[in-house]
């Protein structure tokens, strides 16, 4: 029987799932003194968690998410949220948007293809799919006074302190710098887009009327949910599809069947793991009292391998019919950029199948995270 006072975060950084899976069955509601938090592991409960904000607020305290990028979205409730949720969600929800994404990212990826093709193997990780996600955010927001290298690591830095559960200061440090060089960038481009305004994401959040702290704190939550997802979705979706020599068969013959490999991995790997809150009161929650002012982390993960929801959760099916996922959230939280995360792992994908036939794997792949799951390298051969 688990023990849920053994459990750190360097157990689940490693592999989650079996832990979650034990958590889930024995104890789905659980306090976790090492991380300090409450883990939430069945799916009717993380649903409730996310679809109740009254009961559980994003308004943290402490908040690592506050902390690492300043107020956001996500560390706010109720009409503060929306008026931040629905002035900026236009550049990266509307049919526009998807229209402009689908028209300049196949050049983009091709260019990123030129340069690795002709060796006949990379590491997708590194040469493609971080790339690719960053180049996207940047045309997405017009953000054009950094390279997508400097992007990166920032992101990487964001992410270091968001998912800083166990209050290290050396991850703090490293957040820290991140999150004032990231400002400091934003700040200079904000000052050229006064001046010369165009039609993409910074541009559209000056012209709606956001402050300075507005826009830079929530591009900072911008950079760390819409970096690491398409990221690790495109290389997740990619490592599926090259262990399935049946799946990439079908796939290769019926470009149509991608959209339900790209669900199916959202599930099954849910590269964004948890959803933090907090408690408002005492709250009664899968027969366990949660007290007033607890953290709870909502773990999508979890919720997304449920038996209850799924039928045999732990294997991988791109035909289900149970329903949606949660791997983009659920509730007035809910990630504003899952349509163009969508398509950046589908078009992404599909580049890659179209340039280099006969893609597998040239390494055995480990997948690492808690927080942020995918491959730590996606070594590929082809040809």
Same mark, same amino acid.
């Given at each position: 029987?688990? *023990?849920?006072?053994?459990?750190?975060?360097? *157990?689940?950084?490693? *592999?989650?799932?079996?832990?979650?899976?034990?958590?889930?069955?024995?104890?789905?509601?659980?306090?976790?003194?090492?991380?300090?938090?409450?883990?939430?592991?069945?799916?009717? !409960?993380?649903?409730?968690?996310?679809?109740?904000?009254?009961?559980?607020?994003?308004? @943290? *305290?402490?908040?690592?998410?506050?902390?690492?990028?300043?107020?956001?979205?996500?560390?706010?409730?109720?009409?503060?949220? &929306?008026?931040?949720?629905?002035?900026?969600?236009?550049?990266?929800?509307?049919?526009?948007?998807?229209?402009? #994404?689908?028209?300049? #990212?196949?050049?983009?990826? !091709?260019?990123?293809?030129? !340069?690795?093709?002709? $060796?006949?193997?990379? &590491?997708?990780? @590194?040469?493609?799919?971080?790339?690719?996600?960053?180049?996207?955010?940047?045309?997405?927001?017009?953000?054009? %006074?950094?390279?997508?290298?400097? =992007?990166?690591?920032?992101?990487?830095?964001?992410?270091?302190?968001?998912?800083?559960?166990?209050?290290?200061?050396?991850?703090?440090?490293?957040?820290?710098?991140?999150?004032?060089?990231?400002?400091?960038?934003?700040?200079?481009?904000?000052?050229?887009?006064?001046? %010369?305004?165009?039609?993409?994401?910074?541009?559209?959040?000056?012209?709606?009327?956001?402050?300075?702290?507005?826009?830079?704190?929530?591009?900072?939550?911008? /950079?760390?949910?819409?970096?690491? $997802?398409?990221?690790?979705?495109?290389? =997740?979706?990619?490592?599926?599809?090259?262990?399935?020599?049946?799946?990439? %068969?079908?796939?290769?013959?019926?470009?149509?069947?991608?959209?339900?490999?790209? $669900?199916?991995?959202?599930?099954?790997?849910?590269?964004?793991?948890?959803?933090?809150?907090?408690?408002?009161?005492?709250?009664?929650?899968?027969?366990? @009292?949660?007290?007033?002012?607890? /953290?709870?982390?909502?773990?999508?993960?979890?919720?997304?391998?449920?038996?209850?929801?799924?039928?045999?959760?732990?294997?991988?099916?791109?035909?289900?019919?149970?329903?949606?996922?949660?791997?983009?959230?659920?509730?007035?939280?809910?990630?504003?950029?899952?349509?163009?995360?969508?398509?950046?792992?589908?078009?992404?994908?599909?580049?890659?199948? &179209?340039?280099?036939?006969?893609?597998?794997?040239?390494? $055995?792949?480990?997948?690492?995270?808690?927080?942020?799951?995918?491959?730590?390298?996606?070594?590929?051969?082809?040809?």
């Amino acid at each position: 029987m688990i *023990d849920p006072t053994a459990i750190t975060l360097a *157990d689940l950084e490693r *592999d989650p799932n079996p832990i979650l899976a034990e958590l889930r069955s024995q104890s789905p509601v659980a306090h976790v003194p090492n991380m300090d938090m409450w883990l939430i592991t069945r799916w009717e !409960d993380v649903v409730f968690v996310c679809e109740h904000p009254e009961l559980f607020s994003a308004n @943290t *305290d402490p908040s690592w998410l506050r902390e690492c990028l300043g107020e956001n979205m996500l560390t706010l409730d109720g009409e503060r949220h &929306d008026h931040l949720a629905d002035g900026m969600r236009p550049p990266f929800a509307g049919s526009e948007a998807g229209r402009a #994404l689908r028209s300049s #990212l196949p050049g983009m990826l !091709d260019a990123l293809i030129d !340069d690795f093709e002709d $060796e006949g193997a990379t &590491d997708l990780m @590194t040469s493609y799919a971080e790339p690719l996600a960053n180049l996207t955010l940047l045309e997405a927001l017009g953000f054009t %006074t950094v390279t997508w290298q400097q =992007l990166a690591g920032w992101c990487h830095g964001v992410i270091t302190g968001i998912s800083n559960f166990e209050n290290d200061p050396g991850r703090a440090a490293i957040a820290s710098t991140a999150h004032r060089e990231l400002g400091e960038a934003l700040d200079r481009q904000l000052e050229v887009l006064r001046q %010369t305004p165009d039609n993409r994401g910074l541009s559209h959040f000056l012209k709606a009327g956001f402050s300075r702290d507005e826009i830079v704190n929530n591009v900072r939550l911008m /950079i760390s949910g819409g970096i690491n $997802e398409p990221r690790d979705g495109v290389g =997740l979706v990619m490592y599926v599809l090259m262990s399935d020599q049946e799946i990439l %068969t079908a796939v290769e013959a019926d470009r149509s069947l991608l959209r339900k490999v790209v $669900e199916e991995t959202f599930r099954y790997h849910t590269p964004v793991g948890t959803a933090t809150r907090q408690t408002t009161q005492e709250v009664q929650l899968g027969g366990v @009292t949660i007290p007033e002012g607890a /953290i709870v982390a909502a773990v999508l993960s979890a919720a997304n391998r449920d038996p209850a929801r799924w039928t045999d959760p732990d294997v991988f099916n791109p035909d289900r019919g149970e329903g949606s996922h949660l791997a983009f959230s659920t509730g007035e939280h809910r990630c504003l950029g899952e349509s163009l995360g969508r398509q950046q792992v589908r078009i992404g994908v599909e580049r890659l199948l &179209d340039r280099l036939p006969g893609l597998r794997l040239a390494e $055995e792949v480990t997948l690492h995270g808690f927080e942020f799951r995918g491959p730590a390298s996606l070594e590929v051969a082809w040809g």
